[in-house]
């Protein structure tokens, strides 16, 4: 089900500008994970956060589980960028497991 | 340190075939998840074991697909018989504490 909504599906940014993609949870989460998949298939780690907000280089991420939502920041987009982000639910139970997102699938053009 | 390894990195299959995709988790990390990538699905998690033992068995998946964990440096996800519907990208992933770290994946594809 729609358990971590992503939006948008895909985005097409000009090569420096700024963007912000986001995640709705409807499930109980207690931390987020959110990866890069290139064109060629990996999965890259690029945040793994409690409640607050992360910072790494060019990327700024924020997880608010009172309101239940997660943003990625992307400032002064460049190409390599591109790819498809992924954010994923951490939910615990008998072990704590991945709940992923659809995905949005971003293109930075020169 | 090496990362996650997986084998082969793409497999054709007949329908009803066995076949067995393999993978190595990072040295010293005690979870192992496989999941299955697919354009409509997405990520969905097939298996997950803590410590060598199976903590989720994939419900809708349980019926043809089998993973196992020998040692804690050796995983196998087993589907038997493949089916058409069955081709996807299988990605294995481990973590010791926080985060999960993927592997490059299979392209399975069933004829």
């Known amino acids: 089900g729609d358990q971590v909504k992503q939006s948008p599906s895909a985005l097409s940014l000009q090569e420096g500008t700024n963007s912000a993609l986001r995640c709705n949870f409807s499930?109980?989460?207690?931390?987020v994970q959110w990866f890069l998949q290139n064109p060629r298939g990996s999965l890259m780690n690029l945040f793994y956060l409690v409640p607050g907000t992360k910072e790494n280089g060019r990327l700024k991420s924020t997880f608010n589980s009172k309101e239940s939502y997660s943003t990625l920041h992307i400032r002064d987009a460049q190409l390599e960028d591109s790819g498809t982000y992924f954010c994923?639910?951490?939910?615990?139970?008998?072990?704590?497991?991945?709940?992923f997102g659809t995905g949005t699938l971003l293109s930075v053009k020169p | 340190d090496a990362g996650v390894t997986q084998t082969p990195r793409h497999e054709v299959a007949e329908k009803g075939q066995t076949i067995i995709l393999k993978c190595e988790p990072v040295?010293?990390?005690?979870?192992l998840f496989w999941y299955r990538q697919t354009k409509i699905q997405g990520l969905e998690l097939l298996s997950y074991?803590?410590?060598?033992?199976?903590?989720?068995d994939g419900g809708a998946f349980k019926d043809r697909f089998k993973a196992e964990m020998l040692n804690s440096s050796f995983s196998t996800l087993k589907i038997q018989p493949t089916e058409p519907k069955d081709s996807a990208v299988y990605l294995c992933?481990?973590?010791?504490?926080?985060?999960?770290?993927f592997g490059p994946g299979t392209r399975l594809t069933v004829l």
């Open positions: 992933a481990s973590r010791t504490g926080y985060e999960q770290y």
């Open positions: 994923a639910a951490e939910i615990g139970g008998s072990g704590n497991k991945l709940i």
């Open positions: 040295s010293g990390h005690n979870d």
């Open positions: 499930i109980a989460t207690t931390t």
């Open positions: 074991f803590r410590s060598k033992s199976l903590m989720e």
